[in-house]
């Protein structure tokens, strides 16, 4: 497996997705030093409680509206039938906005009326912000589906200028805090949200859009994904809400740091993950299963080697990392953020099958191994955070890991097996081409432009 060749016309495409992921997570990053330093743990525990639901949202619109339609615009070739079944899927969108607007405004309601004041400022910032943030995510989608991760930085880092500068005057203001940060976040998202819709409003057929016909034809595909996304985000972030629960908020801002630290290089995973879904699409369509075969291994060779790369450097630096960023109160994390790298490690060599999976029209797969490992956090999380606290958290994030990653890439290798017994011979021998050290089929860099 070559990692070296490298063709820098597809190299630019994964370098501006990989630029675009890190503004958010360099932002992400900031919001939580901040709110670490400045907030202390128990604001920085809100954060981290609370953000999850935010992604819950996301990864919805993203399984049931904005990745079918990466999958499924390619079928659109008219200009006139794309832009009625983007109004669809934009129709599909106001509709998640509606709703998960409505259960953040009735936690609110609910926090306030059993005393929970803090919490329930926070879920009301969350109620207004989470239909701009919802808003830049379909803007964002829309653009990697045209295989234009370029645009995709522009949004993000107008996003990202406009929420730390935003954050800088809150924090001068003495008015930092978990409900104003994702305050701030909806504000910068509604901004860029506006200019792009109003800049690309020719793109789009809103009125009469066959809101129901795009989401039957997603949800053939979609269904076992959200469940897929929301499973993994109850798995990877349930210790955070237990931790609350068993101990209190500032245990769980404690290992939400930790966390952050081991997850620094997520904007990579979900950087690739963006780019090699419609690559994926591509070079099956075009040069077959071998070449197809060829990329996903490909990608994660490099995603491993990057991560193994990364958990040496934490390792290193474990005794002193976590404090540097969040401050003293932080101290004694070592063994957790080790842990929770290693995690971190088997999560990024198990992304590229998991999208290959969904592209091969086998999300259930997918979902069976998020399932698995949500079973295994479950059995083991609850014991040993009571016994060993956020170190206890850590092992069994791990553990919920590497049971993930093994059922995925076993999956992966049956299916492939069967796609390549059924390929022609032709097809079989599909010669890739490579991108950012990633293979990829030849003519999808012409066709994106």
């Known amino acids: 497996m070559n990692l ?16 675009e992921r890190a503004l958010l997570g360099a932002t992400t990053f900031g919001v939580t030093i901040l709110l670490g330093r400045w907030g202390g743990p128990d604001e920085l525990g809100l954060f981290i409680i609370f953000f999850p639901l935010l992604f ?22 008219d200009r006139e039938s794309r832009r009625s079944y983007l109004g669809g899927v934009l129709a599909n969108t106001m509709a998640l906005i509606a709703l998960t607007s409505f259960a953040f405004a009735v ?5 306030f009326g059993i005393e929970k004041p803090e919490h329930g400022w926070v879920a009301a910032a969350l109620a207004l912000a989470t239909p701009f943030v919802l808003l830049r995510e379909f803007a964002r989608r829309v653009v990697y589906a045209e295989l234009k991760p370029e645009a995709a930085v ?9 929420q730390l500068a935003m954050m800088a005057g809150l924090h001068l203001t003495g008015r930092l805090n978990a409900a104003t940060s994702f305050a701030a976040m909806g504000a910068s998202s509604a901004i860029v949200a506006a200019v792009w819709f109003f800049a690309n409003r020719a793109l789009i057929q809103f009125r009469q859009a066959p809101g129901l016909a795009a989401f039957r034809k997603n949800w053939s595909l979609g269904s076992w994904s959200v ?16 931790l609350a629960i068993v101990a209190n908020d500032a245990t769980a801002g404690v290992f939400g740091a930790c966390a952050i630290i081991a997850a620094l290089p997520t904007p990579l995973h979900v950087a690739l993950s963006n780019i090699l879904l419609p690559q994926f699409v591509q070079e099956l369509k075009q040069r077959g299963a071998a070449a197809a075969d060829h990329l996903m291994w490909q ?10 790369a990364y958990f040496g450097v934490i390792v290193v630096t474990s005794a002193w990392i976590v404090p540097a960023f969040y401050g003293s109160e932080y101290q004694g994390t070592q063994h957790a953020v080790i842990v929770l790298t290693l995690a971190q490690v088997f999560a990024g060599a198990s992304l590229p099958a998991a999208r290959a999976l969904f592209v091969l029209h086998r999300p ?42 093994v059922l995925g890439l076993w999956w992966y290798l049956a299916e492939a097996r069967r796609q390549l017994a059924d390929a022609q011979p032709a097809m079989r021998s599909a010669h890739s081409q490579p991108f950012a050290g990633i293979a990829v089929g030849e ?5 994106s432009r």
């Open 4 to 19: 070296l060749r490298f063709n820098r016309s597809k190299a630019s495409l994964a370098a501006a997705a990989i630029v």
């Open 56 to 77: 819950v949202a996301i990864a919805i619109q993203e399984s049931l509206i904005t990745a079918p339609y990466t999958v499924y615009s390619a079928d659109h070739a």
């Open 107 to 111: 936690a609110a309601v609910v926090l």
């Open 154 to 162: 522009a949004i993000s880092g107008s996003v990202s200028l406009l």
């Open 227 to 242: 469940a897929t996304q929301v499973g993994e985000i109850v798995r990877t972030q349930m210790f955070p809400w237990l």
């Open 299 to 308: 990608a994660t060779g490099w995603l491993s080697g990057v991560m193994l």
């Open 364 to 405: 259930d797969q997918v979902f069976l191994s998020h399932l698995a490992g949500i079973v295994i956090n479950l059995t083991l999380g609850v014991a040993l955070v009571q016994s060993w606290g956020i170190v206890g958290a850590a092992y069994a994030t791990l553990a919920g890991a590497v049971i993930k990653a």
């Open 443 to 447: 003519p999808v860099l012409e066709e």
